[in-house]
């Protein structure tokens, strides 16, 4: 448990209906007992834990706001520390003076992300539950908000004990090999041991191959609109976004840079880019912008390979199809209200048709986007998003196979257990029981100041 009594402005800054202003720490209650004022319970304060109060918030006898507060001890409480939290009026300048009272009654204020530091560090959350706390504060779709409450009760460190159980087994019958090798040895080179120890090897595997999946859902799907000039890219990049966020003209070469916006579909986080026309020639800019679009097309998730139905695809639509065929793509033909009669161009990708000018057809393209998207992720409650934990768990992973290979080899169990100690030691990272000051500093720092 910490010594000190930390404090914060926990709620954005700016006007609104209600601030609050959180304390955690031994001197919490007696620092509430000296700046709250009941009520109706006569001058004395004798607060009871998970009670809501009302009153003053009192500066030397002088009201400074009538506030709600509630009190929660420890250990039931967000930090596992005695909490309170003033519920004011939310002007800055009040919020800031209450709060300069509270540092002046024996309080520091806190770091960001202080408040969950200390119920990781008190054992009340792990650090993946710890992450998932600013993953939700963060998520910007329905999916990543999902993984973020998965983690958040427990399901990473579920997955992870499941594991280090396992290995935890292995790992004791090696040491007790060690110390009594005469009565051991058989038993531990026995291939019953290997195959356990196979057996994490490939949960952790598993758990690597969920890793793309999650940060996927976390940051969005790379979807890129490419083809050649004219074609309608960012008609179609601003029919997407409902909204006309880059410029459209008759003229061939209006886009040179490459430009990404954010949108869901159906919940899915998507990255869209929009890009320079592909085509030979052009000036600097939009030779620039070509090779730029020539690079993203091996970050994409996704192409939307565009084409005019009012022209068969012509030699320069093929060319550009040959940069792209490998990829995950849908063929889009635009302008269908131009042709009569829609060529469909023989390729083996999906093809939908649509007139961005018009909005014909953009809700069936944006179900195969969907369906595309939601093909490459698993269940967000088994989704790893973190590319921490995806670090980690290939360092145990490389730890453990070291280990099965010294089991193989009958390397002396005493290289054998260190290779397994790195191995757990890699898997305790993630949920924090092993973890350098550094790192838990860094992890913290990205959270905000109150959280
Ligand atoms: N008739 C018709 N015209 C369209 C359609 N979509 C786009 N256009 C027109 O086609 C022209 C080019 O559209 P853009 O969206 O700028 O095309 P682009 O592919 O981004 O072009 P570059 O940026 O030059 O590569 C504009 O005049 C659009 O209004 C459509 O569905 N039907
Ligand atoms: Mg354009």
Redesign the pocket.
């Known amino acids: 448990m910490a010594e000190d009594t930390i404090a914060a402005i926990a709620t954005p800054v700016g006007s609104g209906g209600i601030g609050i202003i959180k304390i955690s720490g031994t001197q919490a209650l007696s620092i509430a007992t000296a700046l709250f004022r009941p009520f109706r319970q006569g001058r004395k304060f004798f607060p009871k834990s998970h009670q809501l109060y009302y009153g003053h918030i009192v500066n030397d006898e002088q009201i400074l706001d009538e506030v709600l507060l509630a009190v929660m001890k420890a250990p039931h409480s967000y930090t596992g520390e005695d909490v309170i939290e003033i519920q004011a009026h939310a002007g800055t300048f009040l919020l800031k003076s209450i709060l300069e009272l509270v540092l002046k009654h024996g309080a520091r204020l806190a770091h960001p992300g202080e408040f969950t530091k200390r119920a990781f560090l008190n054992g009340r959350i792990d650090l993946t539950q710890a992450e998932a706390v600013m993953d939700m504060i963060c998520a910007k779709s329905t999916r990543s908000l999902d993984i973020a409450a998965a983690q958040l009760r427990g399901g990473i460190r579920e997955d992870i004990e499941g594991i280090r159980h396992a290995m935890l087994s292995v790992l004791s019958a090696i040491e007790a090999g060690i110390d009594f090798p005469e009565d051991m040895g058989d038993d531990i080179s026995s291939e019953q041991t290997i195959a356990q120890l196979n057996e994490a090897v490939s949960r952790i595997r598993e758990m690597i191959s969920r890793y793309r999946d999650g940060h996927v859902l976390k940051e969005g799907l790379k979807v890129l609109v490419i083809?050649r000039?004219?074609?309608?890219?960012?008609?179609?990049m601003n029919r997407l976004l409902g909204r006309d966020r880059v410029i459209?003209?008759?003229?061939?070469?209006?886009?040179r840079d490459l430009i990404e916006e954010s949108l869901t579909i159906q919940g899915i986080p998507i990255i869209l880019a929009?890009s320079?026309?592909l085509h030979e020639g052009g000036d600097l800019a939009e030779q620039i912008g070509m090779e730029k679009t020539c690079q993203y097309i091996a970050e994409a998730d996704l192409i939307l390979f565009?084409l005019d139905a009012s022209v068969l695809m012509t030699p320069q639509d093929w060319q550009i199809y040959e940069k792209i065929r490998d990829t995950q793509m849908i063929a889009v033909i635009?302008?269908?209200?131009?042709a009569n009669e829609i060529q469909r161009p023989e390729v083996p990708h999906p093809i939908v048709c649509?007139?961005?000018?018009?909005n014909k057809g953009i809700d069936v393209l944006k179900e195969q986007i969907a369906q595309i998207c939601l093909g490459k992720t698993t269940e967000e409650h088994r989704a790893i998003p973190s590319l921490r934990h995806k670090l980690a768990l290939e360092r145990s992973l490389e730890s453990a196979l070291a280990a099965i290979n010294g089991l193989q080899e009958n390397i002396p169990f005493e290289l054998i257990s260190i290779d397994l100690q790195e191995s757990l030691n890699a898997l305790d990272e993630i949920t924090g029981q092993t973890i350098g000051e550094d790192m838990l500093d860094q992890i913290f720092a990205k959270f905000c100041i109150g959280k």
């Open positions: 083809g000039p004219n074609v309608g890219k960012s008609s179609l459209v003209t008759p003229i061939p070469g209006t886009t929009d320079a026309g565009m635009n302008k269908s209200d131009l649509i007139s961005a000018l018009y």
